[in-house]
């Protein structure tokens, strides 16, 4: 293992919109971190422009032609290995020359190499919440049992572990809220693009509407998910897990202006809050940095320039994926496992013109109505479940067409 002064990073999901903000934090402070591994799907362009500024030690495309075309326009000189296979993605994730595993491919496709540095014992910043939304039970047992430090960097989770105390802060997923005097956890959203638009505009909104959110510059599929709200429901589920809440501890509170990033309220009144403007480079910091503080390029939220902030409830009619996802979290593991599916199937077809943005909704709907009881116990059988249901996604799909 690496001396604790220089931590050897491994960025998974490297070319996307999280890799890149990661990427741009640990670049202003080379002397803690260096880029030790870099590893994306396809993108070659994006890879070799990545190798070339940062040299990382491997860099791992998932796609194996893609690993080959990199290979070939890498510079010899540059010292960069190129690798391919999970296998080797697997042993790049748990080396023991590997420190902090940033987790941030998005969707299903996380799953196995976040949860494989999960049982290494690494220090994981999860940003693929999707991961933990299809494992739940089984990603936290396995941090508890390996000793995982476990940082949340999607924004909301980031500010409601910056608000809980330290007893949580060190205990995430087996932690017990009502001891640290929460009453509830205030989940903020901003609501996406169509918070006002009329509601029967929303069937035929086009992806690049849907893609354009009015506060964050996201990948596709979370920007669709935002829209849809069904990102906060994946958030909230995400939440159940991280914080071990119950129920009636976890509120979603829509707050368009994405200024407040999520609150704490405790049994006194307090309610504390983690404010900043909206750039996921200050939860990477965090994440990177915990328990200390370093820059993050991030402009200081100015107050005198602050509008009025603004707080409403969630409308379940205009972003029926919230309720659906709600709803899954209390019905349990297979349920959310099964959503989480489906929504990738749906959402990949709404983005790829198959079908409307209303019916993302309810290809969700028509998956989670097949949730059976069986019980999940391990990796394979939630890739099983995450599989079939894929299936089922896409005859709702054809059926539509
Ligand atoms: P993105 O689409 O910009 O990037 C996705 C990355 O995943 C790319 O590097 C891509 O190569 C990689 N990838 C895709 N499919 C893969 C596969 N099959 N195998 C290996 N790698 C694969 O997405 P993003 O916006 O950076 O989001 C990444 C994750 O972080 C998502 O789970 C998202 O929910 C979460 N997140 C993102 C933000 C944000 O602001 N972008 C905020 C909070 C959480
Ligand atoms: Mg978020």
């Known amino acids: 293992m690496p001396s604790e002064s220089m931590q050897n990073v491994v960025i998974l999901g490297a070319t996307g919109s999280i890799?890149?903000?990661?990427?741009?934090?640990?670049?202003?402070?080379?002397?803690?971190?260096?880029?030790?591994?870099?590893?994306?799907?396809?993108?070659v362009d994006k890879m070799l422009a990545l190798c070339l500024a940062h040299k990382p030690v491997i860099a791992h495309m998932v796609n194996e032609q893609a690993a080959m075309t990199l290979k070939a326009a890498l510079p010899p000189h540059i010292g960069v290995t190129v690798t391919t296979g999970e296998n080797a993605l697997i042993d790049l994730v748990t080396s023991n020359q590997i420190h902090t595993v940033m987790a941030a491919i998005v969707g299903a496709a996380g799953l196995l190499s976040t949860f494989a540095a999960v049982k290494a014992g690494k220090r994981v910043l999860l940003a693929n919440k999707e991961a933990l939304v299809m494992s739940g039970a089984?990603?936290?047992?396995?941090?508890?049992?390996?000793?995982?430090?476990?940082?949340?960097?999607?924004?909301?989770?980031n500010?409601?572990?910056?608000?809980?105390?330290?007893?949580?802060?060190?205990?995430?997923?087996h932690c017990s809220l009502d001891a640290a005097g929460v009453s509830s956890i205030l989940l903020t959203g901003s609501g996406g693009p169509f918070l006002t638009a009329p509601l029967e505009s929303l069937a035929s909104v086009t992806p690049a509407q849907a893609c354009k959110h009015p506060n964050w510059s996201m990948g596709p599929k979370i920007s669709v998910d935002s829209a849809t709200m069904m990102n906060k429901g994946l958030e909230f589920i995400e939440a159940r897990w991280l914080f071990n809440t119950n129920a009636a501890q976890?509120?979603?509170?829509?707050h368009p202006q994405s200024v407040i990033h999520s609150m704490v309220q405790y049994r006194d009144g307090s309610v504390l809050a983690q404010m900043g403007n909206p750039d996921m480079r200050t939860p990477i910091a965090h994440c990177l940095s915990y328990p200390q503080r370093i820059t993050s390029g991030v402009e200081a939220l100015d107050f005198f320039k602050l509008g009025d902030l603004s707080f409403c409830e969630a409308d379940i009619a205009r972003f029926p994926c919230l309720h659906l996802a709600m709803q899954a979290c209390e019905h349990g593991q297979e349920a959310t496992t099964v959503l989480n599916a489906a929504n990738e199937v749906a959402v990949d077809a709404f983005l790829a013109g198959q079908i409307g943005f209303t019916q993302i909704a309810a290809i969700n709907e028509s998956c989670l109505a097949q949730v059976s009881q069986s019980s999940l116990k391990s990796i394979d059988d939630i890739l099983q479940l995450d599989s079939l249901t894929r299936q089922h996604a896409w005859q709702a799909i054809k059926r539509i067409n």
């Open 159 to 173: 500010a409601i572990f910056q608000c809980l105390p330290e007893s949580v802060q060190t205990n995430l997923g």
């Open 250 to 254: 976890l509120k979603v509170v829509v």
């Open 19 to 43: 890799g890149a903000s990661t990427l741009s934090v640990m670049s202003a402070q080379t002397q803690r971190y260096r880029v030790y591994g870099l590893v994306a799907n396809t993108n």
């Open 138 to 157: 089984l990603f936290m047992d396995a941090c508890r049992q390996s000793g995982a430090t476990l940082l949340p960097v999607d924004s909301e989770h």
